[in-house]
């Protein structure tokens, strides 16, 4: 077993509702890791419902990339490990960082898929995986964690309203690094592409990720995501 740390740091906003599923999946782990959780000004008791088990912080600034990057700054692991608040990690999901790492790897991710029984859903993890292996971009329902020196090496998180996983992901591409993906699953919730249609919001997506690479105003972006 590596002898490195790794911190688990989780953004959250008015997540009352179904925090506790994630409470609970961290169990397992409280021994094993540091786990911060981010709260970005919750107008619920997402923050009083966490507080009760584990440690909850209140980033200055609202936004996932400031939440991500206060939590960061706030923990002490060797490794970083960025999780959303609706995934769930497989027991063995501290050891997959670990065997990643340990080959040298400075950043990783791991395999999603979606707790749906839709073929689109299972279709869109698998495009996922796949995408990590062929351009070398991961999101961060993915689960992305990164050695600690290399995040602060390549400036953390722009704090930018969307798209932050997607420019950490270019920034380490550009800096000639593999993102390793770990040989085990994170479960993550399809809610986002429930809510307005799995298939339009796929579409959605990837036409601002396209307009991201073209170098459209973030803030078009943002409001047309929204």
Do not use: W
Request: proline residues 2%; contains cysteine; charged residues 30%.
């Amino acid at each position: 077993m590596s002898t490195k740390s790794i911190s688990i740091i989780i953004p959250v906003y008015n997540e009352a509702s179904t925090i506790k599923q994630l409470m609970d999946n961290l169990e397992y782990f409280r021994d094993k890791s540091e786990i911060i959780f981010v709260d970005g000004g919750s107008s619920d008791n997402t923050k009083s419902i966490i507080e009760k088990r584990y440690r909850v912080v209140v980033s200055p600034k609202k936004g996932r990339a400031s939440q991500m990057n206060y939590g960061a700054s706030l923990s002490g692991g060797d490794i970083l490990f960025f999780l959303h608040a609706d995934s769930h990690l497989s027991p063995d999901a501290l050891e997959r960082i670990h065997e990643v790492m340990e080959k040298g790897y400075k950043a990783g991710c791991f395999k999603i898929k979606f707790d749906s029984r839709s073929i689109i859903m299972k279709i869109c993890g698998f495009m996922s995986n796949l995408r990590v292996r062929l351009r070398n971009i991961a999101f961060g329902d993915q689960g992305i964690f990164i050695d600690r020196k290399y995040f602060y090496g390549l400036g953390g998180y722009r704090e930018i309203p969307l798209m932050e996983d997607y420019q950490l992901s270019m920034d380490i591409k550009a800096d000639g690094e593999k993102i390793a993906l770990a040989r085990a699953k994170i479960i993550t919730s399809e809610r986002r592409f429930v809510k307005n249609g799995r298939l339009r919001t796929m579409a959605r997506m990837q036409r601002l990720q396209y307009m991201y690479r073209k170098g459209e105003d973030i803030e078009k972006i943002a409001s047309l995501y929204k």
